[in-house]
């Protein structure tokens, strides 16, 4: 079974980081670009970043660009995101997604999905 | 880059059939052929429903299909069921190598 598992959200004060796990299991890993996806409370879907299949491209909304990284050991099945500068409106529900496309490269399709795991930034 | 435009809310009867738009630019609709539909329920992670170039997986109803016209894409859902109730939102891949996710459009199944 394909399936996507996040970890690494939590409580972090404005200003504070945060890093963020996707373990990936049930298909080649390697083979797909892979992203993060948002949803702050209330509101609708926003991407936030895409990284090839074998890591070497990586793609950022301008919201995050400068202040996420994101990277991915395929070695260990499992995408990260690295979270500096946090600010309040990056509160969400963080989504890790499997890109549709075997190439491994970033497509922006995403057939799976994650349960989330939530990032706070508060005071 | 904005968000696609979806209309905030549709509904309709058991039975029946709806159709939510979707419209961009000629930097994203326009001009990408990955254009998808994802469906969430209430604290639920969103699910895939298609794309305009890749084919619908298994599991996902016939009753779910869609278009692309210019800058426009459509999601229809035919025989409208209980559990079609959602949100509904597009998303396109852009000429600047980033994704864009329309606003939401939440069904209502009355």
């Not at chain 1, 600010?87 to 190439?103: G, Q």
């Amino acid at each position: 079974e394909v399936q996507l598992l996040e970890s690494g959200g939590g409580l972090v004060q404005p200003g504070g980081s945060l890093r963020l796990s996707c373990a990936a299991s049930g298909f080649s890993f390697a083979s797909y670009a892979m992203s993060w996806v948002r949803q702050a409370p209330g509101k609708g879907l926003e991407w936030v970043s895409a990284i090839s299949g074998s890591g070497g491209s990586a793609y950022y909304a301008g919201s995050v660009r400068g202040r996420f990284t994101i990277s991915r050991d395929n070695s260990k099945n499992t995408l990260y995101l690295q979270m500096n500068s946090l600010r309040a409106e990056d509160t969400a529900v963080y989504y890790c997604t499997k890109d549709a496309d075997y190439t491994g490269t970033h497509g922006g399709v995403f057939d799976i999905w994650g349960q989330g795991t939530v990032v706070t930034v508060s005071s | 880059q904005s968000a696609l435009t979806q209309p905030a809310s549709v509904s309709g009867s058991p039975g029946q059939s709806i159709t939510i738009s979707c419209t961009g630019t000629s930097s994203d609709v326009g001009g990408s052929n990955y254009v998808s539909w994802y469906q969430q329920h209430p604290g639920k992670a969103p699910k895939f429903l298609f794309s305009h170039v890749t084919n619908r997986p298994s599991g996902v109803s016939n009753r779910f299909s869609g278009s692309k016209s210019g800058n426009t894409a459509s999601l229809t859902i035919s025989g409208l069921q209980a559990e079609d109730e959602a949100d509904y939102y597009c998303s396109s891949y852009t000429t600047s190598d980033t994704v864009v996710f329309g606003g939401g459009t939440k069904l209502t199944v009355l």
